[in-house]
C-alpha cells in the first residue's frame, strides 16, 4: 500500500535536522504541503532547500506560546490549512542524576516538552482542527516507559507526553486523531552523546542489531497521518529496535 497525503498540510516543529527533517521530507515525498518550524531561520532555510514539493518556514521557539501561535496562522495562511500537526520539537538540557537538575534546566525542559506540545495542540485546535479536524502526531520516547540513566527528567516529559496523547485522543474526538510515537537510540545529532562512542556495542545488544535512522521514525510518522492508521487514535507505537523486549538470537 502507498501512503500518500496529497491535499493535506502538514506543520512539523524542530523539523530543521534529524527527525523532525525526516518527517518533513517524508510528508512532502507523499503530498503534503509542509511548514517546517524551529528557532533558527538560517537552518530552516537549509532544511527547505532539500525538500521535494511546496513548503514553508517559521523560525518559533517551541516553548513560547506566542510564537505557536503565530506559526499556526502563519500556516493557515500560507498553505491553505492545518490538517496534520506533528509534535516534535524538545530539549535536554542536562544529563546527570535528575535529584541534581537546578530549576531553571527543569523549568526549560518541561516548558519545550511538555507544555511545548499542549499549547501547540490547543492552538491548532482553535485554529483550524476544532472545525475541519485533524491529525496530531507526538513524539515520545521510549525512555517514557522506563525509569533510571541520566537523562530522567527528559524521561519525564516524554512520560507525561504520552499520556497527554491519551488524553487529548479522547477529548478532541472524533474530529482530531492523537497519537505518539516512541523512539528507541536514534542515530541524530540530539542523542550524540548517548550513542556516537559506543554505536556497535549498544547495536549489538538490540535484537536488529542497528540504531534508529530518522527515516524510521518518519516511515512511522506518515502511517499515523495516513488514512491507514484511521481507526487508531490514542496509541504510542514504539520504533526501537526491539531494545524494550532485549537482545533476542545468538
Not at 5 to 17: E, H
Not at 182 to 210: I, N, Q, Y
Request: proline share 4%; net charge negative; glycine share 12%.
Amino acid at each position: 500500500m502507498e501512503l500518500r497525503l496529497d491535499g493535506k498540510v502538514a506543520l512539523v516543529t524542530g523539523a530543521s535536522r534529524g527527525i523532525g527533517l525526516a518527517i518533513a521530507k517524508t510528508y512532502a515525498d507523499a503530498g503534503a504541503r509542509v511548514m517546517l518550524s524551529s528557532r533558527k531561520q538560517d537552518a530552516l532555510e537549509e532544511a527547505a532547500s532539500q525538500i521535494d514539493g511546496e513548503t514553508a518556514i517559521f523560525a518559533a521557539n517551541a516553548g513560547e506560546p506566542d510564537q505557536a501561535a503565530a506559526c499556526v496562522a502563519a500556516t493557515l495562511d500560507q498553505l491553505g490549512g492545518l490538517d496534520i500537526l506533528v509534535n516534535n520539537a524538545a530539549t535536554n538540557p542536562y544529563m546527570g542524576p535528575a535529584v541534581d537538575i537546578d530549576l531553571p534546566r527543569y523549568d526549560k525542559t518541561f516548558q519545550v516538552n511538555l507544555r511545548g506540545p499542549f499549547v501547540w495542540i490547543q492552538k491548532a485546535w482553535e485554529a483550524s482542527m476544532k472545525e475541519r479536524g485533524g491529525n496530531i502526531v507526538n513524539i515520545a520516547s521510549i525512555g517514557g516507559m522506563s525509569y533510571g540513566g541520566g537523562i530522567g527528567v527528559y524521561d519525564n516529559t516524554k512520560a507525561a507526553l504520552i499520556h497527554l496523547t491519551g488524553h487529548f485522543a479522547v477529548e478532541l474526538s472524533p474530529q482530531v486523531r492523537v497519537n505518539a510515537i516512541a523512539p528507541g537510540l536514534v542515530k541524530t545529532d540530539f542523542a550524540r552523546a548517548l550513542w556516537e562512542r559506543s554505536e556497535d556495542a549498544v547495536a549489538k545488544r538490540l535484537p536488529l542489531r542497528r540504531l534508529g535512522e530518522p527515516q524510521d521514525i518518519a516511515n512511522t510518522a506518515l502511517f499515523l497521518a495516513s488514512d491507514a492508521s484511521s481507526w487508531m487514535t490514542g496509541q504510542t507505537i514504539v520504533v526501537d529496535g526491539g531494545s524494550t523486549i532485549g537482545r533476542s538470537g545468538g
